[in-house]
C-alpha cells in the first residue's frame, strides 16, 4: 500500500496491482448471482455452496447443525477425521469440496430459476400496496414530468420547500437493461415510502429547531391547519418524487402514449401536475401580504395555473377558451378520458379548448395558431400526419410500376380491364 | 440606475464580459423558464442607457451563461434540454458548437479562470462535466448523486472544482488526484453543520436544505460562499472542513444568486426570490473593523426588481461597486452597489 502512494510510481505499476488479485473467490461469494445471461462472466454452478458452511464457521456454529453435514456424513464417511486431530484441522476436513454429492441438497436450481429481480420486484410490490398505494396517482406523462420538474427546480417549488431533507435517491444513469424498467414502478414506491419518512422525520426536527425562521413557522402552522398533515405532506412528496422518475420509463412512455384517449389523459395530468405544484407555491406564500408579492405576474399566472383559467398547450401557455368555444365532443371525451385516479376530478371546469377531439388537440391549436408565432418545434408532439408523405410516395410509385407492367405486357390497358380474361 | 427590459423572456442569469467593460450577455427563458423557447441577450453599455447588440434563440429555456475566457466573442448557454451551446457573436444566429450529454437540465456553466482551455457544467441529473470547447465528448464526468444547481473552477488553481447540490454538501474536486473510486472527491463539507461563528440570534441552524449558490472568494483562496433555500448565506474556508465559518441571515426566502465582489475581499451580492439583491460583508477585513474572522452583516439593499430576483454579477472594470441584476421582472439592472449602502 504504501508504495503504491509515494516514491516513483508508474502507470503499470498501479495497473498490475489492481489486476494481479485474485478476488474471484470473494466475489463469487458476495456478489448476488444473477442469471448467467446477465454477466459477461460463465456461472460457476459450484459458487454459493460453500455459502452456508462459511456462515455457520464464521458463526462459530458446529458444523453437525449443517444439514447438509448429517447427509454428507453418511454419504463420504471416507473423510472421517481421525479424533485425535484438533477440532479446526477436522472442521476444515468435513469442509465440502467437491460439487457432485451436495448439489441435490443446495439450492442451486433455485438460484437459476427465472430472474432473481422478478420475485425480489414482486415481494417489494406486495409489501408496498398496502403502506404506499399513493405513488401511481402522479403525473404519467413525460410532459407532466418535464413541467412539474420545472416548476420544482430551477423555479420556485423546492426553493420555497421548508428545510425538509430530500435526499437524490434515485438517479437515472445511462442505459439500463430492459429488465430492469419491469422494477420501476416497485422501486420508487419503496424509495417514496423512504422518501416520505425521511421527509417527517426531518419535519420532526424542523418543527422543534426552527424558531429563527419566521417563515417556517408559518409553513409548519399552514400544515397543522390543513389538517393531518398527510395529504398535504403526500402532494410535496409527489412533487419531489418526481425527478427520480427514469428518462428511458419516460421515452416508452411517450411512444406510448400515442393513442388518442391517453393522450387526453396525459394532457388531463399535466394539468393536475401544474395546478397543484402552483397552490403548492400560493400556500407557501400566502402569508406574505406586500405589494410585491401581491403585484408579482409570476404568481398571478401561478393562480391562473392554479385556477384552471391558464395551461399549457405544447409549448405554449395558453388561456382555458371559456364555455362558448368548446363543443360536446370534446367536452364527452375530455371527460371520459379522464383518469380516476388523478387527484383533481374537475373535468367539467376544464373544457377542451378548442373542442377538437383525438391526438390533433395540440395539432389543430398550432394551426390555430398564426404562423409567425408557431413554434417550430413540431417534433416533441406526436403528429398524426407524420410518415404520410413517405406513403403517398410509395403509393405513387407502385401505381407508376403497375402502369409501366401494365404497358409492357400489352398495351391496351382498357382492354385489359375491361377484358374478362384479365386475373387481376 | 441603468435598465433594459428583456420583453418576453424571464431573465435567469446576466454576467459582464471579462473583455469589454460594456458588454453583458443575459440568459433568459419565456414562461418564466417553464416552457417555451430560451434567448441569450448580448447587450451594450452606450451613453444612451443600454442596448442590445444581438440575441440568439434557442428552443429551450436557458438557466445560466458563461464568457468564454479564452475568446471576447464567445460565451456558453446551458439549456433546459440538457444541452450546452457556444455562441459566437460575431457569427450568425446559430451556435458555433454544441454539447449534448446531461440527462437534465443543466444548471450552471463556469469557464476555468486559469487555464483558459476547459469549461464546466453541472446539472440536475447529477453530475458535474468537465469539457474542452474542441472536443465533442466531455473530457471527465464527476458524479455527485444529488441534483448539482452550482459548480464552479477554483480561481486560484486550475485542478480545484467545486460545486453545491440539493443535498446540503459543498464538494470539492481535485483534478491531479488518482481517479479512484472517489472520483477525484476531496471534501464534501455539510453546509447545515454548525458555523465556528453563529450570529446572535441564531443559536442552532436548521436541517439541511437545498444549497442554489456558491461562490469562490477572489483573494483568499481557500473562501467560499454558499446560500440556498433557508435563505441564509454561509462562508466557508477549505482549512476547516468541518462545517461553515460564518453564517449571515437576512433573506427572507431562497437565496438563489451568490457572487463576491472582485475588488473587496470581504463583500458579497446576493439575489433572493424575496425579491430583493443585497450587499454583505462577512465580516473579515481588518481595516473596516472586522478581525479577520467574525459577524456578517448586510451593508445594503436593492429593492427594485418586483419579481423574484435570479442574477447578481460584479463589474470587473472601472470604480468598484458597479454591478447588474435580472430578476423574472424582465429587467436587467445595472447600479452601483455603494448608492444603496446604509450608514454603519
Redesign the interface.
Known amino acids: 500500500m504504501s508504495d503504491a502512494l509515494c516514491g516513483p510510481s508508474n502507470a503499470l505499476q498501479?495497473f498490475k496491482q489492481q489486476t494481479s488479485h485474485d478476488r474471484t473467490l470473494q466475489q463469487d461469494r458476495l456478489a448476488t448471482r444473477n442469471a448467467p445471461s446477465q454477466g459477461f462472466r460463465s456461472a460457476d454452478p459450484r459458487a454459493g455452496l460453500l455459502d452456508p458452511e462459511f456462515e455457520a464457521f464464521q458463526a462459530g456454529l458446529p458444523p453437525s447443525e449443517l444439514p447438509q453435514y448429517q447427509q454428507f456424513q453418511h454419504q463420504q464417511p471416507v473423510f472421517a477425521a481421525p479424533s485425535q486431530q484438533p477440532a479446526w484441522a477436522s472442521d476444515f476436513q468435513r469442509m465440502q469440496i467437491s460439487p457432485q454429492p451436495l448439489a441435490q441438497h443446495h439450492n442451486v436450481q433455485q438460484m437459476h430459476a427465472g430472474p432473481a429481480t422478478a420475485d425480489w420486484a414482486q415481494g417489494f410490490r406486495e409489501q408496498m400496496a398496502h403502506s404506499a398505494p399513493r405513488a401511481q396517482q402522479s403525473a404519467s406523462s413525460p410532459q407532466a414530468f418535464q413541467?412539474r420538474?420545472?416548476?420544482g427546480?430551477?423555479?420556485?417549488q423546492?426553493?420555497?420547500?421548508?428545510?425538509?431533507?430530500?435526499?437524490?435517491v434515485q438517479?437515472?444513469k445511462g442505459k439500463e437493461p430492459a429488465v430492469e424498467a419491469f422494477d420501476e414502478a416497485a422501486f420508487e414506491r419503496a424509495f417514496d415510502q423512504a422518501r416520505e419518512d425521511l421527509m417527517e422525520e426531518?419535519d420532526q426536527?424542523?418543527k422543534g429547531?426552527?424558531?429563527?425562521?419566521q417563515?417556517?413557522v408559518q409553513m409548519h402552522s399552514n400544515h397543522d391547519m390543513q389538517d393531518p398533515g398527510l395529504p398535504r405532506q403526500t402532494a410535496i412528496n409527489e412533487i419531489l418524487q418526481e425527478?427520480a422518475m427514469d428518462?428511458e420509463q419516460e421515452v416508452n412512455q411517450d411512444v406510448l402514449h400515442g393513442e388518442t384517449e391517453q393522450h387526453q389523459e396525459t394532457q388531463n395530468n399535466d394539468d393536475d401536475a401544474l395546478a397543484a405544484t402552483a397552490q403548492e407555491l400560493l400556500n407557501k406564500?400566502e402569508h406574505?401580504q406586500t405589494d410585491?408579492?401581491k403585484?408579482?405576474?409570476?404568481l398571478g399566472?401561478m393562480r391562473k395555473l392554479r385556477d384552471r383559467e391558464m395551461k399549457?398547450e405544447?409549448?405554449?401557455?395558453v388561456e382555458t377558451a371559456t364555455a362558448g368555444s368548446s363543443s360536446n365532443t370534446g367536452q364527452a371525451l375530455n371527460s371520459i378520458s379522464h383518469s380516476p385516479m388523478s387527484r383533481f376530478n374537475n373535468s367539467e371546469q376544464r373544457p377542451s379548448p378548442l373542442g377538437v377531439p383525438g391526438v390533433g388537440t395540440q395539432q389543430a391549436m398550432r394551426e390555430g395558431i398564426p404562423a409567425h408565432e408557431q413554434?417550430l418545434?413540431t417534433g416533441r408532439h406526436i403528429d398524426g400526419r407524420d410518415g404520410q408523405e413517405v406513403v403517398d410516395l410509395l403509393n405513387e410509385r407502385e401505381r407508376v410500376l403497375y402502369a409501366d407492367e401494365l404497358h409492357t405486357e400489352d398495351s391496351d390497358s382498357e382492354f385489359m380491364t375491361t377484358s374478362p380474361y384479365y386475373q387481376r | 440606475m441603468l435598465e433594459f427590459r428583456t420583453a418576453g423572456f424571464?431573465p435567469?442569469s446576466v454576467k459582464y464580459s471579462p473583455f469589454f467593460d460594456s458588454r453583458l450577455a443575459v440568459a433568459s427563458g419565456a414562461?418564466?423558464?417553464?416552457?417555451?423557447?430560451g434567448r441569450l441577450f448580448i447587450l451594450n453599455l452606450t451613453a444612451n442607457g443600454i442596448a442590445c447588440e444581438k440575441f440568439f434563440e434557442t428552443?429551450d429555456?436557458l438557466?445560466d451563461l458563461a464568457w468564454s475566457e479564452a475568446h471576447e466573442n464567445q460565451l456558453l448557454t446551458a439549456g433546459?434540454d440538457g444541452s450546452l451551446k457556444l455562441f459566437d457573436i460575431g457569427v450568425g444566429e446559430f451556435p458555433v458548437a454544441g454539447w449534448q450529454e446531461h440527462?437534465?437540465?443543466v444548471?450552471s456553466v463556469h469557464w476555468n479562470l486559469v487555464n483558459k482551455g476547459t469549461f464546466l457544467s453541472s446539472s440536475?441529473?447529477?453530475t458535474v462535466k468537465i469539457w474542452s470547447p474542441e472536443k465533442k465528448e466531455s473530457l471527465l464526468t464527476l458524479p455527485v448523486?444529488?441534483?448539482v444547481y452550482s459548480a464552479q473552477f477554483s480561481p486560484h488553481h486550475p485542478d480545484i472544482v467545486t460545486c453545491v447540490?440539493?443535498?446540503?454538501h459543498l464538494r470539492v474536486f481535485d483534478l491531479r488526484s488518482?481517479p479512484s473510486a472517489q472520483n477525484h472527491l476531496t471534501l464534501a463539507i455539510p453546509i447545515?453543520a454548525q458555523p465556528k461563528v453563529a450570529p446572535p440570534?441564531?443559536?442552532?441552524?436548521?436541517?439541511?436544505?437545498?444549497c442554489?449558490t456558491h461562490d469562490w472568494n477572489k483573494y483568499r483562496d481557500s473562501v467560499l460562499a454558499t446560500a440556498g433555500?433557508?435563505?441564509v448565506i454561509r462562508t466557508f474556508d477549505l482549512r476547516v472542513p468541518s462545517g461553515p465559518v460564518n453564517a449571515m441571515?437576512g433573506h427572507?426566502?431562497?437565496v438563489?444568486k451568490l457572487s463576491w465582489s472582485p475588488h473587496l475581499s470581504d463583500v458579497l451580492l446576493s439575489a433572493s426570490?424575496d425579491?430583493t439583491c443585497r450587499v454583505w460583508t462577512d465580516g473579515s477585513n481588518v481595516d473596516k473593523g472586522g478581525e479577520g474572522i467574525g459577524f456578517g452583516r448586510e451593508l445594503g439593499r436593492m429593492d427594485r426588481h418586483?419579481?423574484?430576483a435570479m442574477g447578481v454579477d460584479w463589474c470587473l472594470f472601472g470604480a468598484e461597486g458597479w454591478c447588474a441584476t435580472c430578476a423574472?421582472?424582465e429587467r436587467v439592472l445595472v447600479w452601483d452597489v455603494r448608492e444603496h449602502m446604509r450608514g454603519p
Not at chain 1, 158 to 168: I, K, L, R, V
Open positions: 498501479q413541467q420538474a420545472r416548476f427546480m430551477p423555479g420556485f423546492s426553493h420555497f420547500a421548508q428545510p425538509g431533507y430530500a435526499p437524490e438517479q437515472s426531518a426536527v424542523a429547531v426552527s424558531t429563527m425562521d417563515f417556517d425527478p428518462m406564500i406574505n410585491k408579492f403585484n408579482s405576474q409570476f399566472l399549457v405544447g409549448d405554449k401557455m413554434d418545434d | 424571464n435567469y414562461n418564466f423558464g417553464l416552457v417555451g423557447n428552443q429555456c438557466f433546459g440527462q437534465r437540465e444548471f440536475w441529473d447529477g448523486h444529488s441534483c447540490s440539493r443535498d446540503s488518482k447545515h440570534g441564531m443559536n442552532r441552524m436548521n436541517g439541511p436544505t437545498e442554489l433555500v433557508d435563505g441571515p427572507e426566502y431562497a438563489r426570490y425579491m418586483t419579481e423574484f423574472w421582472d
